[in-house]
């Protein structure tokens, strides 16, 4: 099993930059898939990002491709979210997520088992 806590939101302007950090514990992290998924208010969750366990392969979102680039450092159990050109249309909650079900689901919040609490972000115009 594997715990994860995000960190990095906050308050940016549009075209800012921000980093989210999602700090993972547990001993199976470096074999494990992690997903970046968002959700503004009033709507659902929706898949941003997700990079497989050796880093060796990330997907996005087209809505995000170009701006956003997942990665991860094994050795510090530790994944990022580095978020660029930042759009109002980008605010909302950011969670990371694992325990994939299948790389063939990757797009779906309902195929990962883990989640952590969230963090916030905001992009003003």
């Known amino acids: 099993q594997v715990q994860l806590v995000e960190s990095g939101g906050g308050l940016v302007q549009a075209g800012g930059s921000l980093r989210l950090s999602c700090a993972a514990s547990?001993?199976?992290?470096?074999?494990?898939?992690i997903g970046w998924f968002r959700q503004a208010p009033g709507k659902e969750r929706e898949f941003v990002a997700v990079?497989?366990?050796?880093?060796?392969?990330?997907y996005y979102a087209d809505s995000v491709k170009g701006r956003f680039t997942c990665s991860r450092d094994n050795a510090k159990k530790m994944v990022y979210l580095q978020m660029n050109s930042l759009k109002p249309e980008d605010t909302a909650v950011y969670y990371c997520?694992?325990?994939?079900?299948?790389?063939?689901?990757?797009?779906?919040?309902?195929?990962?088992?883990?989640w952590g609490q969230g963090t916030q972000v905001t992009v003003s115009s």
């Open positions: 997520a694992t325990g994939l079900r299948g790389w063939v689901q990757r797009t779906s919040s309902k195929a990962y088992d883990y």
């Open positions: 990079i497989s366990w050796s880093g060796a392969i990330t």
């Open positions: 547990g001993r199976t992290f470096s074999s494990e898939n």
